[in-house]
């Protein structure tokens, strides 16, 4: 039996479902990536991880604020992000699968945020002053994000026998999750009528442009998987979002209301 | 990977326009482009800087605190190479 606490996901509006999406890709991304805290290679590398995981945590705290205040509820950011089950987070899936090992986190990473500098390079153009405003804040610290990620894909791609062919099993596993970043659910698309969102299917071409070329230097000829797998948007996840929900909820659930 | 085998970087900030780059500490990095990333995250991710220089450790040629005897002592017993040592004239006592 599934409990919706509020309402279901398909009742609420365009611009709720829009931005509470933004702000689950985030918080979801940014807990896998704080899973790497303590457990990083080595300690530099550690706390760098940690503060992409701390400028994630940032962006979904400002989309879920706003998502709080269209809904207009009375649940707050915290509500959102701790009291609602599986089903109700609605993040693509890319961003929930568990952070394997370090090359498959950092493949994610690379995509990712090829991904965002193209999409926020539009949203900040957003017709949404809100939007537009969080979106201005996050294309800087995702710019530093690929600056990041770029070296280190380079780096284990042209690295030993041992790293290189776990790079090409993450970039295999990979490849399966890209095209629904690129997917425009009915809502979305009428909002890019309107000027609020961007249209994501516009961005694919230069999407795969970057990352082929870039690969390329390493002698891998990256094509985009004919098999897609989808449903984050509409709440159909893979089995490993409600594990890491119920980690990550543990305290709130088992403690309402408690603070540190 | 093994820490042992990552070059050892030292970092240099410099806070403002205008001052000196300070060196504030050191880190571990398989590249340079690494360590000025590392460098960003560990010693200005509270605006602590604006410029940062980042060179591995075996470049820096430095002083062997044990030969200080030889390498050091000797300025301190030459007055004369402080300004402090010399009696002004009388004709530039606002100076």
Not at chain 2, 36 to 50: F, H, N, P, Q, T
Request: aromatic share 10%; hydrophobic share 35%; with cysteine.
């Amino acid at each position: 039996m599934q409990t919706v606490n509020t309402f279901t996901i398909e009742q609420q509006s365009p611009l709720s479902r829009f931005v509470l999406g933004l702000a689950d890709d985030a918080l979801v991304l940014s807990h896998r990536l704080s899973q790497w805290c303590s457990n990083a290679p080595y300690l530099e590398e550690d706390i760098a991880l940690s503060n992409v995981a701390l400028d994630y945590i940032g962006r979904a705290r400002m989309f879920y604020q706003y998502a709080a205040e269209i809904e207009g509820k009375g649940r707050n950011e915290d509500d959102l992000a701790y009291l609602r089950n599986e089903r109700e987070y609605t993040n693509l899936l890319i961003h929930e699968l568990p952070k394997g090992d370090f090359a498959f986190s950092m493949v994610r990473q690379f995509f990712i945020d090829v991904f965002y500098n193209l999409y926020l390079e539009k949203l900040v153009t957003s017709t949404d002053q809100r939007v537009a405003a969080i979106a201005a804040k996050a294309i800087k610290e995702t710019r530093y994000h690929l600056k990041r990620s770029e070296p280190w894909i380079t780096q284990l791609l042209q690295g030993t026998d041992e790293s290189r062919t776990r790079m090409l099993r993450a970039l295999d596993e990979l490849k399966d999750f890209t095209g629904e970043l690129f997917e425009m659910p009915d809502w979305e698309t009428e909002l890019v009528e309107s000027g609020v969102a961007v249209d994501r299917s516009s961005l694919q071409a230069e999407w795969d442009d970057y990352v082929q070329t870039f690969l390329a230097h390493s002698n891998i000829d990256y094509q985009d998987s004919k098999l897609q797998i989808r449903g984050g948007r509409n709440g159909i996840h893979t089995e490993h979002l409600g594990h890491m929900l119920c980690e990550m909820q543990f305290l709130q659930r088992s403690y309402p209301n408690m603070n540190w | 990977m093994q820490q042992e085998k990552l070059a050892v970087y030292e970092v240099f900030i410099r806070s403002n326009r205008g001052l000196d780059h300070k060196h504030v500490g050191s880190l571990h990095a398989e590249s340079p482009e690494h360590a000025l990333m590392y460098a960003r995250d560990c010693y200005i991710r509270r605006s602590e800087g604006v410029s940062i220089w980042v060179v591995e450790s075996t470049n820096i040629m430095a002083s062997d605190e044990s030969d200080v005897e030889s390498f050091v002592d000797p300025m301190d017993d030459k007055p004369y190479r402080h300004a402090t040592h010399y009696v002004l004239p009388d004709t530039v006592s606002n100076m």
